[in-house]
């Protein structure tokens, strides 16, 4: 999902998130959670015991049981040092996580002061505050992928020269990179 006001959605606490279930035969949607801040991209694990999605505004990646005893379980997978922006399964095992931005200090406390949060979305224009966002994380000029396995541990963490990763995808030996800001995707070969 590309959202053009993501910034907002990020500022105003937003908690219309949903992760549905389609069941083709019965042409059925089923939601399996509701209320979630931001969700962004899904993964299936190898076995498919359980789910995996990028919680952008609460930075981490969250795990949902499908089977198992624990079927229909949520747990935090991985606490994350910045705004996940997708999530793909890696042939090598686990996960890759594109990170789009990191949270520092100033983000946090913005984030910490919903008033202030408030403030900013009445007050500034939504292209202004996304623009001005953008421009800082290019200036910063670097981009963060991790691969997490299933039990969350971090087992590769890559920074490259590009900002705003939105999407690391591992083929054969490269890992190709994609970004909301930049006109172009990276190749890396690992």
């Avoid at 694990?45 to 952008?56: C, H, M, P």
């Avoid at 089977?67 to 686990?94: H, M, V």
């Amino acid at each position: 999902m590309y959202c053009r006001s993501y910034i907002s959605v990020i500022l105003s606490g937003d908690k219309t998130g949903r992760l549905m279930k389609y069941e083709q035969e019965s042409k059925q949607v089923t939601i399996l959670l509701s209320n979630l801040s931001f969700p962004n991209g899904v993964a299936l694990n190898k076995d498919g015991s359980f789910l995996v999605f990028a919680d952008t505004t609460d930075c981490r990646i969250s795990k949902y049981w499908l089977t198992t005893p624990r079927a229909g379980k949520l747990e935090t997978l991985s606490q994350l040092p910045g705004f996940p922006d997708n999530i793909k399964r890696s042939p090598r095992g686990g996960f890759w996580v594109a990170i789009h931005s990191p949270r520092n200090k100033i983000v946090s406390w913005i984030l910490s002061c919903p008033k202030l949060c408030n403030a900013l979305i009445r007050l500034l224009p939504v292209d202004l505050i996304t623009t001005a966002y953008a421009v800082l994380a290019m200036s910063r000029g670097s981009g963060l992928a991790m691969r997490i396995s299933e039990e969350g541990e971090v087992l590769e963490t890559l920074r490259f020269k590009m900002s705003s990763i939105s999407e690391v995808q591992e083929k054969g030996d490269r890992l190709w990179i994609g970004s909301i800001n930049l006109p172009f995707m990276g190749l890396y070969r690992i």
